[in-house]
C-alpha cells in the first residue's frame, strides 16, 4: 500500500464549533471532500484531523479511489523576536501533543484569534 501522501502536509480549515453544532473545533481538509474531525481544542482537532486524514487515504487506496496530491498551502513569513525560553517550551509541548511546531503554533494563533474576535 503506497502511503507517499502521508508524507505531505494537506491544507486544512479549522474554525470553532457553535454551540448549537455541539462546541468544540471542527478541521477539514479541502483538498480531501468528506475529510473532516472535530476536538475540544484546537489542539485536539489537528491530532483527530491527522487521524481522519490518513483513514481517508487509507480507504480510499484500499478501494483504488485517486488520492489527489496536497494543494499549494499559502504562507506567511513573520519575524518576531521570542523571548529565549519560548522555543525550547513550543518545542515541548508540540512533543506532547504529538505534532510539529509550525501545527501548534498555528493551533494556538487560530485559537487566540478567535477568543479575540468573539469578545
Known amino acids: 500500500m503506497n502511503l507517499t501522501h502521508l508524507k505531505h502536509d494537506y491544507p486544512y480549515e479549522i474554525r470553532p464549533l457553535t454551540a448549537?453544532?455541539?462546541?468544540?473545533?471542527?478541521?477539514?481538509?479541502?483538498?480531501?471532500?468528506?475529510?473532516?474531525?472535530?476536538?475540544?481544542?484546537?489542539?485536539?482537532?489537528?491530532?483527530?484531523?491527522?487521524?481522519?486524514?490518513?483513514?481517508?487515504?487509507?480507504?480510499?487506496?484500499?478501494?483504488?479511489?485517486?488520492?489527489?496530491?496536497?494543494?499549494?498551502i499559502p504562507s506567511v513569513m513573520v519575524h518576531l523576536p521570542l523571548p529565549t525560553n519560548l522555543p525550547g517550551k513550543l518545542t515541548g509541548l508540540a512533543q506532547?501533543?504529538?505534532?510539529?511546531?509550525?501545527?501548534?503554533?498555528?493551533?494556538?494563533l487560530v485559537e487566540g484569534l478567535a477568543r479575540r474576535l468573539s469578545v
Open 20 to 72: 448549537t453544532e455541539g462546541g468544540g473545533w471542527l478541521i477539514s481538509f479541502p483538498d480531501l471532500p468528506g475529510c473532516v474531525a472535530d476536538g475540544l481544542t484546537p489542539e485536539e482537532a489537528i491530532h483527530n484531523g491527522q487521524d481522519a486524514l490518513r483513514s481517508w487515504i487509507l480507504t480510499a487506496q484500499a478501494f483504488g479511489d485517486p488520492v489527489p496530491a496536497p494543494s499549494e
Open 96 to 108: 506532547r501533543e504529538g505534532m510539529s511546531v509550525e501545527t501548534l503554533i498555528t493551533a494556538l
